[in-house]
């Protein structure tokens, strides 16, 4: 038997993460347990882009501003790199920057900046002559997840006193009891953030939710002739994609105008983010295929049709792929995240949509506030 702990956190992807350092901070004595050896979910399969700009406005675009202050401040303490900064969203159209004249004259562009031609020119690399306008944003930051997450944990257990159980499967979770592969851990409270596994644990009241799971193409490109002073990059397929600029009534005449024109992109969700690594690699991505099992396979046409909205964006010579991966998140048909409160000392919580990175840290709050008072 292991504990008594006053917090139980299941899964250490960056939601368990989150919520142990929510309640650490809180004097709470934390377990966190995980099936796996290592981090090996979405959490270190991602761009590790934590993204405001482009968020749904109001609860989402919030928390993603708050996270993105809680990974400013524990990055430095957990030593992880913050290897970009800002966001530059490329309009390729006339239509996508109406979209983004029309985000940055509203509420949540406010501190986002319309690039004149000879600043988009500025930085080398692009197709900057070949571009409508652009849209530069402060607000964004990016760490490497492969590196950042097992820091992070490292950290928790180091500063924060969090215990971790590792190579432990949780079989039941019930406070004061959890049954794991490893026998029994006690635990006052429980949070449950199992990623895309909605049939391990309360398999009952996630069925409610209508859930199911995304799969992503990511690619890393061996290195570019690339301004490293570039942030984050993105392009007009994004602009259809993410709630805050796609829910704008702009985005309309763009979506019609790139079914006509990139219809397959589209089809199999992809768009482009372009993040770079210290090592001057870029992580490219992605694609949009959803399903209770998606198919283990990763078909190259898909890899082709990121790779083509990369080339319309990027001067010069593709660079090489040097290494391809899938990774799946949990999705829900109407809500980007979902915290469930089966009795009072338990939750579960998913985040439903693609932005675990960007808003987990102020989810984590408002569950240990809601647990333990604010
Ligand atoms: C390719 C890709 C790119 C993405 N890009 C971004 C991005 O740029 N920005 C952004 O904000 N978000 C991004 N996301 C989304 C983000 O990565 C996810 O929302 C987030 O990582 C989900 O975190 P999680 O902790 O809920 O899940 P996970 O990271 O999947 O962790 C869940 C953990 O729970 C454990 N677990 C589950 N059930 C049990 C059990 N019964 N017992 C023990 N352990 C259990 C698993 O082993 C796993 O370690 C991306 C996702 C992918 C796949």
């Known amino acids: 038997m292991s504990g008594?702990?006053?917090?139980?956190?299941?899964?250490?992807?960056?939601?368990?993460?989150?919520?142990?350092?929510?309640?650490?901070?809180?004097?709470?004595?934390?377990?966190?347990?995980?099936?796996?050896a290592a981090a090996n979910g979405a959490s270190i399969r991602n761009f590790g882009f934590v993204t405001v700009t482009g968020q749904?406005?109001?609860?989402?675009?919030?928390?993603?501003?708050?996270?993105?202050?809680?990974?400013?401040?524990?990055?430095?303490?957990?030593?992880?790199?913050?290897?970009?900064?800002?966001?530059?969203?490329?309009?390729r159209r006339p239509e996508a920057l109406d979209v983004l004249?029309?985000?940055?004259?509203?509420?949540?562009?406010?501190?986002?900046?319309?690039?004149a031609r000879h600043e988009i020119a500025a930085y080398e690399g692009l197709r900057a002559g070949e571009f409508a306008g652009a849209l530069h944003s402060p607000h964004e930051l990016r760490v490497e997840?492969?590196?950042?997450?097992?820091?992070?944990?490292?950290?928790?257990?180091?500063?924060?006193?969090?215990?971790?159980?590792?190579?432990?499967?949780?079989?039941?979770?019930?406070?004061?009891?959890?049954?794991?592969?490893?026998?029994?851990?006690?635990?006052?409270?429980?949070v449950v953030c199992p990623g895309d596994d909605f049939h391990s644990l309360h398999a009952d009241r996630l069925a409610a939710y209508g859930l199911t799971r995304c799969k992503l193409h990511m690619l890393r490109l061996t290195p570019a002739a690339y301004d490293p002073g570039l942030p984050v990059v993105m392009s007009d397929l994004g602009l259809v994609r993410y709630l805050g600029y796609a829910e704008l009534a702009e985005a309309r005449p763009l979506r019609a105008r790139l079914e006509a024109e990139q219809g397959a992109q589209l089809e199999h969700g992809v768009h482009l983010i372009v993040a770079r690594s210290a090592d001057g690699s870029l992580v490219v991505g992605d694609s949009h295929h959803y399903g209770p099992t998606p198919d283990p396979f990763a078909p190259s046409f898909v890899d082709d049709l990121i790779l083509e909205e990369y080339a319309a964006v990027f001067a010069g010579a593709l660079p090489l792929v040097a290494s391809r991966w899938t990774g799946t998140y949990a999705s829900a048909p109407d809500r980007l995240m979902l915290r469930d409160a089966p009795s009072p000392a338990l939750r579960i919580v998913l985040i439903t949509s693609g932005t675990g990175a960007s808003t987990s840290f102020a989810i984590a709050e408002e569950t240990i506030a809601e647990l333990y008072g604010s």
């Open 101 to 115: 004249e029309a985000f940055a004259g509203a509420e949540m562009g406010r501190d986002c900046r319309l690039l």
């Open 56 to 91: 749904q406005a109001g609860k989402s675009w919030r928390r993603a501003m708050r996270s993105r202050d809680v990974w400013a401040e524990v990055a430095p303490l957990a030593g992880i790199e913050v290897v970009q900064r800002g966001l530059l969203m490329i309009a």
């Open 4 to 36: 008594p702990y006053d917090l139980a956190v299941v899964g250490a992807g960056i939601c368990g993460l989150a919520h142990a350092l929510a309640a650490a901070r809180r004097g709470k004595r934390v377990v966190v347990i995980d099936r796996d």
């Open 145 to 190: 997840s492969r590196d950042a997450i097992p820091r992070l944990a490292a950290w928790l257990a180091q500063a924060h006193g969090v215990t971790f159980l590792r190579e432990t499967a949780v079989r039941a979770a019930a406070p004061p009891r959890l049954e794991t592969s490893r026998g029994v851990v006690e635990a006052e409270a429980v």
